[in-house]
């Protein structure tokens, strides 16, 4: 065989060499190091989901609100942006799986929908009641005092068979001047319009305990609350940082024959982790709503919580009476 016809057939040998390897190489899957988390497994090593770990071993308790889609429904905000301190209309929608609009919910605590706003400092919040229309568009007014990032929550359960609750959470901008302020410090005590609610209890993360409010005015208990949205209070918790929405139960409702009407209001919570949180206690008297403010610090460990609140003197701390819908 002459030099010419050898190298010929070496390249041609070669070639049909890398041409086994290639074929062997597409044939086989390829060697993934680790299956990638899933949406759920993310939640779960944060401490956000159901089951999950929460810091310090604790298993986490369910928060809400950190997603704008969860369970096939998406929270869809129509004025992304308002003014501060101006009237606004808010308006939104809930969205099922093929983009059509929710036009049928389950009444929980007096209420299809529960449509909650709270500056990302958590010095305002607004607990407000909007009219659903016959295309499932929701609307409300409300003005809110200060600047800057706000969160908005949809707090409901679908009406279809076997629904669970859903908080889903979008974001709102309040145009103007932005002055974040520092998380107030946590007291036992808050002050509104002349009221005194102390707060008995501690957060623990991935653990259920019971909060006791008590409702006194010029030093005497109160004990002729009103019920509202179901209760003689309505408790909603927010986790300072990322504003995880926490559910909250009432013990007891009126007319069971064991719950009194005050001067203490009693409910069970449980913290998803951590940290700090701010609790906004409603409370209905004299036929207005009132909120009491309270920061609440729940350590790692498992040790008890430090308890408490600001008193409001900002009239921006507190839920005003257009804000309740009133």
Known sequence: MNTGLKITAFAAAIAATFGTAYGVGTSIDPVVAKKPPTAHDEHAEAGEGAGGKAAGGHESAPAGGLQISEGGYTLALDTPRVAAGTSSVLSFSVKDESGRKVTAYQREHGKELHFIVASRDLTVYRHLHPTRAADGTWSVRAELPAAGGYRTFADFKPAKK???GVTLGADLAVSGKAEPAALPPARATA???GYRVSLDGTLA???????????????????????YLGAYGH???????????????????PGDGATEPGPEVSFTATAPSPGAY?????????????TAAFTVDVPAGGADATTGAKPSAEPGETAE??????
């Open 278 to 290: 701010r609790l906004f206690l409603d409370f209905q008297h004299e036929g207005e709503v009132r």
């Open 235 to 253: 408790l909603v918790a927010l986790r300072a940082g990322d504003l995880a929405y926490l559910h909250v139960h009432p013990n007891g409702e």
């Open 205 to 227: 993360p991935g653990k259920a305990n019971e909060l006791k409010l008590t409702v006194t005015k010029d030093g005497k208990p109160v004990t002729n609350l009103q019920p």
């Open 321 to 326: 009476a257009d804000g309740h819908g009133h």
């Open 162 to 164: 076997g629904a669970t």
């Open 191 to 193: 002050e509104v319009d």
